[in-house]
């Protein structure tokens, strides 16, 4: 059988880094992690072939070479999943869709041929077993959550590395926390179920031997919501990998009491892990109370942000905008919070009811909720009645992200950070093709940033300071510059 794996495309957001990746001429910022996983799982003797949107359009001849089109899709790939699922049935291509948005909006895509929901690995083998009978049916869903010491290793053979600018991994799934707009409890569980160490290292191996040294982003819901699993196997294996091998920085995401853990966090700092993006949702109390993010309550937040910071792991921040509690002062305290922390990748999103979730019951429940959300939080819409009023809403917000990326704030920021910031000494990627990526990087970013773009003082001011105070963190400003001119596009294009 000839399988389409079909990905579909993601709108330009805060989230697609689409503008930052022209700096280094890739069209994506990672493969689907989740059709590669589900690859893994079909017959061998199965032909297949991958189809990113994000990378290159879907063909006629592609449609015409196939038997059957897999597709897997977050919420804020709903415009592009129904084109795709258009497109095959027109074809008479028989569709499979699984992932996020399938499980939870199965209603809105009458014309998918098999629905294949919740964990691949507890309802794919059903439909296998049941297409090789001759008698699928079309809905596989099932409640119960994988032993993920099953799953296999993705196939990384049907990816172009070139397109893309980070691979993912997958140590655990599910979060231990709450919160009322996430989706994430109601898809994975509470409980953090993980891979072995061994199966990481499979991984990251198949990655190393076919050429990859780029960065790595572990996709966990949390990557600390298993502490013990994390502690006493992944990172001691993570450690002793990285003995014998050069490149391959790790990026990642956790809860904010990562902070409290000092020797955890020097542990992860020396496997390799730069980055983590925590989830602050706002600085006042009463909204954290209000979305239930208890893990954020009774803390300064400002302080555990810059001792992340201090152990040599970057943060980049989640927030949100448009909770009951907010007041006129809101947008204020919380621009005043991300300059103080040092947070230079700050995504503000408006507050979103995503189905599955308690926030879009509640909202269904009191007659607020508008219509299905975007899933894009940052488009500039949102899906309920906010109490402030919608317009007001969105004045608030346009108002704080211009603020917030204003070129003097922005740059501002990233100079608190590299103050705080203490990288440790990791061995670095040093062949020709990354130094040449790198120094190409460079150039287009004097030209954009330095001299026709908004802010080109700022940019060199920058620069200049981080030669001279920060010169080891020399690559790392001209990053998030780079960043900086990303979150500046979107904000023009699609916000303002």
């Known amino acids: ?53 994000n990378v290159r359009p879907l063909s006629d001849a592609d449609l015409a ?21 258009a497109r095959c049935s027109a074809a008479g291509v028989r569709t499979v869709a699984g992932g996020p948005l399938f499980t939870s909006q199965r209603d809105r895509f009458p014309a998918v041929d098999h629905l294949v929901l919740d964990e691949a690995e507890v309802t794919l083998p059903a439909f296998l077993e049941d297409l090789a009978r001759g008698r699928p049916q079309r809905v596989y869903s099932r409640v119960e ?28 799934r599910g979060c231990p926390y709450d919160c009322e707009f996430c989706d994430v409890t109601a898809l994975f569980g509470h409980r953090p179920r993980v891979k072995s160490a061994s199966q990481i290292v499979a991984e990251l191996d198949g990655l190393y031997g076919l050429g990859w040294r780029g960065p790595v982003f572990f996709v966990d819901d949390n990557l600390i919501g298993n502490r013990k ?11 002793e990998w990285k003995r014998s091998r050069r490149g391959m920085p790790f990026h990642t995401q956790a809860s904010i009491n990562l902070a409290d853990d000092e020797g955890l966090m020097r542990m992860m700092a020396r496997a390799g892990f730069g980055t983590v993006f925590v989830g602050i949702e706002t600085p006042e109390e009463e909204g954290l109370v209000e979305c239930s993010k208890t893990q954020n309550l009774h803390r300064d937040l400002v302080a555990d ?5 201090r152990a040599g792991i970057e943060v980049r ?26 947070i230079v990748t700050a995504m503000v999103g408006l507050l979103q009811a995503l189905p599955g979730t308690r926030l879009y019951d509640r909202m269904k429940r ?14 500039g819409t949102t899906n309920i009645v906010p109490a402030a009023g919608l317009d007001v809403l969105r004045a608030a917000y346009r108002d704080a992200l ?22 440790p000494r990791l061995k670095l990627r040093l062949d020709l093709a990354f130094l040449w990526e790198q120094a190409a990087a460079f150039a287009r970013a004097a030209f954009r940033l330095g001299i026709v773009g908004r802010g080109r003082i700022e940019y060199w001011k920058l620069l200049s300071w981080t030669l001279i105070r920060r010169p080891r963190a020399f690559s790392q400003a001209v990053t998030l510059a780079i960043y900086g001119y990303h979150f500046r596009t979107v904000c023009e294009l699609h916000v303002a």
């Not at 942000?305 to 910071?309: G, P, S």
């Not at 740059?411 to 590299?418: E, S």
Request: with cysteine; charged share 20%; proline share 8%.
């Open 1 to 53: 059988m000839n399988v389409l794996l079909v990905y579909p495309e993601f709108p330009d957001t805060f989230w697609s880094f689409k503008h930052a990746l022209t700096f280094i001429r890739k069209p994506a910022s990672q493969p689907p992690l989740g059709l590669l996983t589900v690859a893994g799982m079909l017959p061998r003797d199965w032909a297949l072939r991958l189809v990113d949107l």
């Open 229 to 239: 699993s994390l502690k006493t196997e992944l990172l001691p294996a993570l450690l």
């Open 65 to 85: 070479w196939a038997d059957c089109a897999c597709i897997s899709a977050m919420a804020v790939q709903c415009a592009s999943a129904e084109q795709i699922i």
């Open 317 to 342: 921040g989640g927030f949100i905008i448009g909770f009951d509690s907010d007041s006129p002062g809101t947008i204020d305290r919380l621009l005043t919070y991300v300059q103080q922390s040092g």
């Open 305 to 309: 942000v810059k001792r992340i910071q």
């Open 402 to 423: 211009e603020r917030l990326y204003a070129p003097k704030a922005y740059y501002r920021r990233v100079r608190t950070f590299l103050r705080e910031y203490r990288p």
């Open 145 to 172: 959550h994988p032993d993920l010491r099953g799953s296999p290793v993705p196939r990384w053979d049907l990816v172009d590395l070139d397109a893309y600018a980070s691979m993912p991994v997958q140590f655990s």
């Open 366 to 379: 009191t007659g607020r909720l508008l219509e299905q959300g975007s899933g894009d939080n940052v488009d």
